[in-house]
């Protein structure tokens, strides 16, 4: 059983950065395969960011590619979504998941544990 917990969503203007924190609880934290993802209001959920359990291996939606950056820290339990160069269209709540395994990282379906959300708005 994993709980995961987000934090450091808030408003930012177009063009700028935040930083997003996951916290996992349990100690199989660095076992699990990590995920980003988001949805906007009307929308479904979408993939973001994945990094593998080791953090050597990380892979993005092609929309947030060379602005995102996922990242983890087993010691610390925690995993990462460095978002730069904002645009108003990554408005949305953005989520957390964990799963086993490193296939399937894009769909949400593959997940078995989520975090509640945090809001990203970004004016433009």
């Known amino acids: 059983q994993v709980q995961l917990v987000e934090s450091g969503g808030g408003l930012v203007q177009a063009g700028g950065s935040l930083r997003l924190s996951c916290a996992a609880s349990?100690?199989?934290?660095?076992?699990?395969?990590m995920g980003w993802f988001r949805q906007a209001p009307g929308k479904e959920r979408e993939f973001v960011a994945a990094?593998?359990?080791?953090?050597?291996?990380?892979y993005y939606a092609d929309s947030v590619k060379g602005r995102f950056t996922i990242s983890r820290d087993n010691a610390k339990n925690t995993v990462y979504l460095q978002m730069n160069s904002l645009k108003a269209e990554d408005t949305a709540v953005y989520y957390c998941?964990?799963?086993?395994?490193?296939?399937?990282?894009?769909?949400?379906?593959?997940?078995?544990?989520w975090g509640q959300g945090t809001q990203v708005t970004v004016s433009s």
């Open positions: 349990g100690r199989t934290f660095s076992s699990y395969m």
């Open positions: 998941a964990a799963k086993r395994g490193g296939s399937t990282w894009y769909k949400t379906t593959a997940y078995a544990y």
């Open positions: 990094i593998s359990w080791d953090g050597l291996s990380t």
